[in-house]
């Protein structure tokens, strides 16, 4: 185990600064012994070769796609696969001036989003406390699970004709669309997060005096965290996919709805932009989740090294 | 801390069935022992006995099936603050720094802030922890974590410390320096210990008192009084009385895991060689 616990990271382990074998505890705060890790001199010089390494052929992976899409839209390559209407980069890269000379192009990703932050934050809400106790309580999985279960193989975008007659507006259905999407990923993986803590942590909390508030608070929540946020990155992944699609079909506005138009409107370019732009906010937005994880769990990156 | 009036353990014949599908197993059965206050009390005995079923009974994670057991005569009704754990795996609050970890019980007390910070300072630097309050416990070594379990334990002032098996996952140089700092800690506070383990030299290092368990159903087979004197030293360790000890212990046990393993073999089809196997005749054929 302390092989492991040395060799786990490049990070200096904690263990070399105090040796486990030390004589009788020191007595008062008389520890002398510094826990402030030392940074290697040359770690710069390992970090940038790692790193950079790493870093270049991210660059050479996208130059390679680049490239392909350039030379089999330049030449209008034709084999089985038709590249013949396809839009070059160049001509993508002029829509996104285009376009944004008018403020129409973003209204379009203002709607996006807005839907977007508004299902995802009903359904972070909804799939997280509903997991929560589902995950902890009996009687509320026997009561709940089974309508989740059953409406759960459900796919988002099979709600699109009866979303749009049971809400008022088709923003609301739309809206509803992208809640579907992501409340049950969010869901199930709450529900593996409860089921997932350590039985002895429980044990641990409750021989210190924690009541069940106390303890769905302190220990329930937190224990789940990492897999609810597992959730929330699945979830946002499914929203867009439910978004885009109930835009398409049913939408005013919005950038899924962008992209379709362009195709009635036979504007190729603004179907490249509108796929780019939608895999740019999408990427946004997973990255959004990571840090706001990253920030919520700073102890996260540390766990797992030893378990199990 | 809590001076030498309170935390005495009684348990009176007590017993615990756990039934599994239609399987009935006695776990327990017919236990009487007792702690008093501010005593350091092993409990020992082939693995499966039942001490831990034992410990968890005080602890108030297991109900009794008959008999009963009480801590200053108030019967247990489920887990609290009076009674502190330790366990075997490691059960440190991950999210939590060693502080807060530490601070746990207390916040759960309702003490303030400010109360339960000064309070946690003070004991990990008993326990030479100050320097790592702010790390995480995936980032401690294992003998670290479980100082940090005992002094979450401790933290909220129990008038009793269970312990069940707190040093099994450790290396043996790592459990000796555990052994010493816990008998320590314990010189220092004098709260009622009650230890289970099934190391023999850890049992008699740390104890005033032992108890040895048969094998399942775990029934006290025999009370020890370890005659060392306080506080303990690792040369004590080689002392003839305490080498004599380990032997009279040694043997107990050795009986009762012959116990366990005839038991097991025959139902293994030892019967089926029609010769009465006992725990002697067993020990030959190993």
Redesign the interface.
């Known amino acids: 185990?302390?092989s492991v616990?040395v060799l786990r990271k490049a990070e200096p382990p904690?263990?070399d600064y105090?040796s486990?074998?030390?004589?009788?505890?020191?007595?008062?705060?008389g520890?002398a012994?510094?826990?402030a890790p030392a940074i290697p001199p040359n770690s710069a010089a390992i970090w940038l070769r790692s790193k950079g390494v790493s870093m270049l052929l991210w660059v050479v992976s996208l130059g390679i796609m680049l490239a392909f899409w350039y030379v089999v839209t330049r030449y209008k390559l034709e084999f089985y696969i038709r590249f013949v209407n396809v839009p070059t980069p160049a001509e993508v890269m002029q829509k996104v001036v285009e376009v944004n000379q008018s403020g129409k192009f973003l209204v379009n990703i203002g709607y996006s989003v807005r839907r977007i932050l508004i299902g995802f934050s009903i359904a972070v809400v909804l799939g997280a406390a509903m997991g929560l106790l589902i995950g902890r309580y009996r009687f509320m999985r026997d009561m709940l699970f089974p309508i989740c279960e059953v409406l759960r193989p459900i796919p988002a975008i099979a709600w699109v004709p009866m979303a749009i007659m049971l809400w008022p507006t088709n923003e609301v259905s739309i809206v509803f669309i992208t809640f579907m999407g992501s409340f049950f990923p969010i869901l199930i993986n709450t529900i593996h997060g409860v089921h997932s803590i350590?039985p002895?942590?429980i044990?641990?909390?409750?021989?210190?005096?924690?009541?069940e508030y106390?303890l769905f608070a302190?220990?329930i929540l937190?224990?789940a965290?990492p897999h609810i946020f597992t959730g929330f990155s699945v979830g946002m992944g499914v929203a867009w996919v439910s978004l885009i699609a109930a835009e398409m079909i049913s939408g005013q506005f919005g950038i899924g709805y962008f992209t379709w138009e362009a195709y009635s409107l036979v504007s190729y370019a603004e179907i490249g932009l509108g796929m780019i732009t939608i895999g740019v906010l999408g990427l946004a937005c997973s990255g959004a989740i990571q840090i706001t994880g990253k920030l919520l769990?700073?102890?996260?990156s540390?766990?797992?090294?030893?378990k199990k | 801390m809590n001076g030498n009036s309170k935390g005495a353990i009684d348990i009176h014949d007590l017993g615990v069935v756990f039934i599994a599908g239609d399987t009935r197993v006695e776990a327990v059965s017919a236990v009487n022992m007792n702690i008093k206050p501010g005593e350091f009390v092993s409990l020992i005995g082939p693995s499966g006995c039942g001490k831990s079923t034992l410990l968890n009974i005080v602890?108030?994670?297991v109900q009794p099936s008959f008999g009963a057991a009480s801590i200053d005569g108030a019967t247990i009704k489920?887990?609290?603050?009076e009674?502190?754990?330790v366990?075997q795996?490691y059960?440190l609050?991950?999210?939590?720094s060693v502080r807060k970890n530490v601070e746990?019980?207390l916040?759960?007390?309702g003490a303030p802030a400010s109360v339960r910070e000064t309070q946690a300072?003070t004991l990990l630097?008993?326990?030479?922890l100050?320097?790592?309050e702010n790390?995480?416990?995936?980032?401690?070594?294992?003998?670290?974590k479980q100082r940090v379990g005992i002094v979450?334990?401790l933290a909220?002032s129990p008038q009793v410390l269970l312990m069940d098996e707190p040093f099994g996952a450790l290396?043996a140089?790592?459990r000796v320096?555990m052994q010493?700092?816990l008998t320590?800690?314990w010189q220092r506070f004098r709260i009622s210990v009650l230890f289970v383990t099934h190391d023999i030299e850890e049992s008699i290092f740390l104890s005033d008192r032992i108890y040895v368990m048969t094998a399942r159903p775990g029934r006290i087979k025999a009370e020890i009084i370890v005659p060392l004197a306080r506080p303990r030293t690792p040369e004590m360790t080689a002392s003839a009385e305490f080498i004599a000890m380990v032997q009279q212990l040694k043997r107990l046990i050795r009986e009762e895991s012959l116990a366990a393993m005839g038991a097991e073999l025959k139902d293994g089809g030892l019967s089926g060689f029609g010769t009465a196997v006992g725990p002697s005749g067993i020990a030959e054929m190993i």
Request: proline share 8%; net charge positive.
């Open positions: 185990m302390d616990h904690v263990k105090r486990e074998v030390d004589p009788a505890p020191p007595k008062g705060r520890t012994l510094s826990a350590d002895v942590l044990r641990a909390a409750r021989s210190l005096g924690a009541n106390r302190n220990v937190p224990g965290m769990m700073p102890w996260a540390y766990a797992g090294a030893e | 602890a108030g994670f489920g887990p609290g603050s009674c502190g754990v366990f795996q059960s609050f991950p999210w939590l746990f019980g916040k759960m007390k300072r630097g008993l326990a030479g100050l320097a790592f790390h995480y416990p995936d980032q401690l070594s294992g003998g670290m979450r334990a909220t290396d140089q790592t320096v010493e700092i320590n800690m």
